[in-house]
């Protein structure tokens, strides 16, 4: 990672911040892009602080405008670029007959077209150095959860999007990895907008118990450097993708009555 440039969207908290601490602390020099300036800046001076060259850039994935700038300006500033992670994302919980389709598009703006624009105009840049295109998608992108369709379909959509990306891409010498995280302790729920889309302002999980930002990043950062195609975590994602394949009616009910267990679910019990 000496010197490589890493570009990483969503990067203000949660699985991005650790990344932008994963790559930069192995060599990398970094660029951070978020909504949000006052919490983007704070990323940038910890990073700094830590002894990291980053680059820190306000954008809105969602507006293709936005994220043309954001590879443009990354490119003004270190010249070339070696690696994108499409991490930005947003989550919602409702029930479909309850929600605004709105709500879903949103989801699908951020989380699915975010990662088209960026992938788009990062390419030329990415071709040449032959580098890496990484999108942060969720095992919800394989099984698709019940209260959560929107965020289901916008991975699929990702999923499907990478997958055909890495075929168009495959005798150029550019990587791309398709990286699965289950359940990782994130403000991800917080932020999960509701069937009005409002945030919710607080998680619906035990965040103790689940797999930490930093401890994901870590292993998206060895499934880079290893130029891996496809990296599920948590023993559950891997338990959720393989016996979904094997035994689809019988992961129905247990998908359902898991997350009929959360706090406040819609789902009957």
């Known amino acids: ?19 932008a601490f994963a790559f930069g602390r192995a060599g990398a020099r ?3 892009c978020a909504r949000k300036a006052a919490a983007l800046d704070a990323v940038r001076a910890e990073l700094e602080q830590a002894g990291i060259t ?3 850039l306000t954008a809105d994935v969602s507006v293709e405008a936005d994220v043309k700038q ?7 500033h270190f010249g070339r670029l070696d690696i994108l992670i499409n991490n930005a994302g947003i989550s919602m919980r409702s029930m479909l007959i309850d929600t605004d389709p709105a709500v879903i598009q949103k989801v699908m703006d951020i989380n699915f077209m975010g990662t088209v624009y960026a992938t788009r105009y990062a390419l030329p840049y990415i071709t040449q150095s032959k580098g890496s295109i990484v999108g942060i998608s969720s095992i919800a992108g394989f099984r698709g959860l ?9 991975k699929f959509a990702m999923n499907g999007f ?11 010498g550019v990587h791309v990895l398709t990286a699965c995280p289950g359940f990782t302790a994130s403000n991800i729920r917080v932020a999960a907008l509701d069937a009005h889309g409002q945030a919710k302002g607080e998680t619906m999980r035990d965040e103790e118990s689940m797999m930490s930002a930093e401890e994901c990043a870590d292993h998206i950062l060895r499934a880079v450097k290893s130029r891996k195609r496809e990296l599920i975590l948590t023993g559950q994602g891997k ?12 992961m129905d009910k247990m998908v ?8 406040d679910s819609p789902l009957k019990k």
Do not use: C, W
């Not at 954001?70 to 003004?76: G, K, V």
């Not at 990478?162 to 168009?168: G, I, K, M, N, Y």
């Not at 359902?256 to 706090?263: D, M, P, V």
């Open 1 to 19: 990672m000496n010197d490589k440039i890493v570009l990483i969207t969503g990067a203000s908290s949660g699985i991005g911040k650790a990344l």
């Open 30 to 32: 970094i660029v951070i």
């Open 54 to 56: 980053v680059l820190a």
């Open 70 to 76: 954001l590879i443009d300006q990354t490119i003004a």
């Open 146 to 154: 019940p209260v959560r369709a929107g965020y289901s379909a916008s």
């Open 162 to 172: 990478l997958e055909a990306v890495r075929t168009e891409l495959l005798h150029t």
């Open 239 to 250: 338990l959720t993708v393989f016996l979904n394949k094997l035994l689809p009616s019988f």
């Open 256 to 263: 359902y009555n898991t997350l009929a267990k959360e706090k």
